[in-house]
């Protein structure tokens, strides 16, 4: 279960189908399926987030935690060595985290985004009328991810990726593709979204996740995303 337009989910549903997991995906609406997450997890209180996958009576929560349990049922290498991978991860949580956390607080200003967020699951009539629901739901989201935020860790992350590709010489952080390049290269959603999502981003949406001064000043991490989709399957 997961948010198709989030890089948590992206980064999850990328490290299972790179190691050929089987899964039925689920998207979750914030709020409204909340308490049919916690019924499936029997989690009755604390905080819940997703994405989740349910593996027979396991619970596996998080982007890390789902690739890990990708790589052990593959049973090989494919997706890096974890240990090496670990440093990226948490650069990418830290840089998302403060992305998160722009994109809802744009979201709160822009009555078009906060209707789009609406119409995923109400009539488009009802959006406007029902925007104050769209509203509590982005201000809970707020105050659930807020603390997590560190400024500035999405350019770091940025400027270490940039750096990393220039020192390797190659397309990919540890010489061949691994979930370093999936954890990293999701982050750029911060910046222009490209993600093959259905539902697509609407245009209001797309203005939240998006950073002008960003792309322009990190188009070759654009370009370097740009090759690496052509060249595999994306979730």
Known sequence: MGEAFSPWTQKARWALEHCGVAFAYEEYVPT??????????RQWSGRVSVPVLLAGEQVVRGSWDIARHAARLAGDD???DFEAVAPWNDLSEAALAEARTRVVL???EDPAALDEASAAVFPRPLCRPLRFIARDAARRLDRKYRHLVVPGSLRVALERTRA????????HLLGRFSYADITMVVVLEAVAPAAPIDPPLGPATRRCW?????????ADLLRWRARLFSARATP
């Open 106 to 108: 744009r979201a709160l």
């Open 78 to 80: 494919r997706l890096g």
């Open 210 to 218: 998006s950073d002008e001064a960003l792309a322009e000043e990190f």
């Open 32 to 41: 409204l399926s909340e308490p049919r997450l916690r019924w499936r997890i």
């Open 164 to 171: 990393a590709l220039n020192a390797s010489g190659g397309e």
